[in-house]
């Protein structure tokens, strides 16, 4: 199991390179005992308040070790740990990494090492994952310190990011609802494959004052503060887009886009363009099914998927409103805690309508993530809002659906980060008795990998394309160095098999 230690105490503070010999021939003091590799670094954190990284397949997180106990320097203290006197160590900053002079290079997306592209953009590939359950974590929004540069982690908590070369030596922030932010130097991924572990952050009761909260009321000051906490004026993304269609695990069709997004401000009337720079679209030939799913207007759901500039009806909090509103919890984010609301249809009602959670800062009330659904007990009567066209000898349920919706800080503002949306639908032929029915899974999701404020113009009507067409069928001109210097979302395991294993169709325009 791959992994990194972060501490929390800070004792040393901040160091220098200067100073490392200093740091590692300093002196501490650990008890005789018998704990995991992970276990007795996470001692060596508390005392020092260094944050220990390093690749699981070189130190082994879960291997027991028998520590004398005693008064030993820092560095004996590590190889009395690793029990390897071949490991190297270096510090930098608040951090030690743990490595092996020689990396080999790996297919193993999780332990591929940064590698230096041809245009002075670093490569980093590396997972996020819980640090107490060993779990992945997904859309861990990860940026570039004091930069608009960021991607997300995909759903196996891996991510893959390109920063100009002049930027290492900045910090790359790792930051999720739910956990403490972190902070790594660039440096530390430079040629050595490393994985993040995430910290939950406890909350101390007596930081929590108990009353009644009117969780409409936080919804409500939510809205007014939108001016406050979100641009007005518009600015320009660059986005990475994947839409795709799957059965039993199977891609189906996968189409992969970079855009440049023009958002308008929140309270604007127009609409946002987008401007195709690369795409590739990817089918399975041995698919050959006479049923075949489409999904239209995926760009567009994704850009309305903003539910800050465009308002769903669980926000509108009139007389009329069909919600009931609940705060189940209190969670931690990157600058203090938020509020969690749920909010489902009240009862009687039998529409199918959304019921979810929001997350909305404590302190200046900005809504930082929403994750909701489409009521399980009636998504089946939402067809006609889901299926446009269907053959007549063939009947379609919705089986669920799925939406995550993430904004993030920067540059006083916060800005939209990421979003999905995912669908299931059960597809079965007329009078077809002893054919079982079919489960077809669609989904859509876009990060937001760069944000751009200065001189942002609208497109011409030529740059900008469509967004409520199938976007599988728009026309293009294949590049074959399709990732370039764009950052995108990393694949996951199955939609790396897609992506090697079935052929693509690439087409042409003059």
């Known amino acids: 199991m791959k992994g990194c230690i972060i501490g929390i105490i800070c004792f040393f503070g901040y160091c220098s390179l200067t100073r490392a010999a200093e740091i590692l021939d300093g002196e501490i003091q650990l008890p005789k005992t018998k704990e995991t590799v992970y276990e007795l670094f996470n001692r060596i954190t508390d005392l020092t308040g260094f944050f220990f990284i390093y690749d699981s397949d070189i130190i082994n997180n879960e291997r ?82 004091e930069t608009g540069i960021g991607t997300i982690t995909n759903q196996s908590g891996e991510f893959i990011l390109k920063i100009p070369y002049s930027d290492t030596i900045r910090n790359i922030q790792f930051s999720h609802v739910g956990y403490n932010q972190q902070a790594v130097p660039a440096g530390l991924f430079l040629n050595n494959p490393v994985d993040i572990y995430l910290q939950t952050k406890m909350v101390p009761l007596r930081e929590i004052i108990v009353g009644l909260v009117n969780p409409q009321k936080i919804i409500r000051e939510m809205l007014n503060n939108r001016p406050l906490n979100y641009r007005n004026d518009p600015v320009y993304f660059t986005g990475f887009y994947r839409e795709g269609v799957e059965r039993k695990n199977t891609i189906i069709s996968l189409t992969e886009a970079v855009f440049q997004i023009y958002k308008t401000g929140i309270e604007s009337s127009d609409d946002d363009q987008v401007k195709l720079l690369k795409m590739r679209k990817i089918s399975n030939k041995e698919e050959t099914d006479s049923i075949v799913l489409k999904m239209r207007a995926g760009i567009d759901a994704s850009l309305r998927l903003d539910i800050i500039k465009y308002v769903p009806d669980f926000f509108e909090l009139n007389d009329e409103n069909p919600f009931n509103y609940t705060k189940i919890d209190m969670t931690v984010t990157d600058a203090g805690l938020a509020h969690v609301i749920a909010f489902e249809q009240k009862a009687g009602i039998k529409e199918p309508l959304y019921k979810g959670e929001l997350y909305i800062d404590s302190d200046n009330r900005a809504l930082l993530a929403a994750h909701f659904e489409v009521n399980p007990r009636y998504v089946d009567k939402s067809t006609d809002i889901f299926v446009l066209k269907k053959p007549k000898n063939v009947d379609i349920k919705p089986e669920n659906a799925n939406y995550y919706v993430y904004y993030k800080y920067w540059n006083g503002k916060y800005y939209l980060s990421h979003l999905r949306g995912d669908l299931s639908f059960k597809i079965k032929k007329k009078n077809a008795f002893l054919q079982p029915s079919k489960s077809i899974h669609t989904f859509f999701e876009m990060a937001v990998c760069k944000i751009d404020t200065i001189d942002v113009k609208r497109f011409s009507n030529k740059e900008s394309i469509p967004t409520r067409n199938v976007f599988s069928e728009t026309k293009f001109r294949y590049d074959n160095r399709f990732w370039d210097d764009f950052n995108v979302i990393l694949p996951e395991e199955r939609l790396n098999e897609a992506i090697t294993r079935i052929s693509s169709k690439i087409e042409e325009i003059k």
Do not use: C, W
Request: aromatic share 8%.
């Open 64 to 145: 027991k070790v028998k520590f004398p106990g005693g008064t030993y320097s820092l560095r004996q203290s590590i190889y009395l740990i690793t029990q390897d006197k071949n490991i190297q160590i270096k510090v930098i900053g608040r951090h030690i990494l743990l490595y092996k002079k020689e990396i080999p290079l790996a297919t193993d997306t999780k332990t591929l090492p940064a590698t230096r592209d041809s245009s002075n953009f670093i490569t980093v590939k590396a997972a996020v994952r819980d640090a107490q359950t060993k779990e992945p974590v997904p859309y861990v929004s990860v940026g570039v310190e």
